[in-house]
């Protein structure tokens, strides 16, 4: 079955600061693996997609990477900003389609200027 | 891409009522998703939503307690029965487009009294 973690739960940086998120999922047999952002009582929102046959994806001053053989990805955020204060989820979208997408706890960020 | 439009965006209900919460897509799709994500947790799948069959419910939800309609490849609605304090939480619906992508409306924070 697979489990999805991520580390740290909690994280609290100065502005300006570069960062990394980590998310680790223990069967590599994975589709995709997607980076969302949510914010306080709201939905969430899509960062980045990995497809399994890539390594990473650039928006900005996002960067993910994807390690399949390990079973890791992580995201990470350059020049921290307090705009980017929330929780960053990753999902892994299983290869079998028949399976439900699995979501991390969550990373709760907090830029502080 | 997908863009979902979820209403209401939030309520605060008596214990014993229903709510139902509506989702929009601006494309077509074949399955919608609804979650839970309650307090501190992260995100549950409830069921998955096909146009035209009765919804897939996953372990530990019931259609009586949480009714679906799929009236067309747009349009979906999730209702929550004879609510309690116990089902106050975020309730998000998703759909996947384009690659196998993620999207999730903005969400529904429900607080029950």
């Known amino acids: 079955k697979q489990e999805v973690t991520q580390i740290p739960a909690a994280l609290s940086v100065p502005e300006g600061e570069n960062l990394v998120l980590n998310c680790s999922f223990t069967?590599?047999?994975?589709?995709?693996l997607q980076w969302f952002r949510q914010d306080p009582g709201k939905g969430l929102t899509s960062l980045l997609l990995?497809?399994?046959?890539?390594r990473e994806q650039t928006s900005g001053r996002l960067n993910a990477s994807l390690d399949k053989s390990s079973g890791r990805s992580t995201l990470y955020i350059a020049a921290s900003q307090p705009g980017d204060s929330a929780t960053y989820l990753c999902a892994v979208i299983p290869r079998d389609y028949g399976q439900n997408f699995v979501f991390g706890p969550g990373t709760r960020l907090s830029v502080l200027p | 891409s997908a863009v979902i439009s979820q209403k209401p965006s939030r309520d605060i209900c008596q214990r014993g009522t229903s709510l139902t919460i509506q989702c929009q897509v601006d494309?077509?799709?074949?399955?919608m998703f609804w979650y839970r994500q309650q307090p501190g947790q992260s995100l549950t799948l409830i069921a998955t939503?096909?146009?035209?069959?009765?919804?897939?419910?996953e372990s530990g939800f019931v259609i009586d307690k949480f009714p679906i309609s799929r009236p067309n490849l747009t349009f979906s609605t999730l209702t929550v029965s004879n609510m309690s304090p116990e089902d106050s939480s975020i309730y998000l619906c998703s759909v996947v487009a384009g690659n196998e992508k993620l999207f999730f409306g903005s969400g529904t924070q429900l607080s029950v009294l």
């Open positions: 990995i497809q399994s046959s890539q």
């Open positions: 494309s077509q799709v074949t399955m």
């Open positions: 069967d590599s047999a994975i589709y995709n």
């Open positions: 939503a096909n146009q035209g069959s009765e919804a897939t419910y």
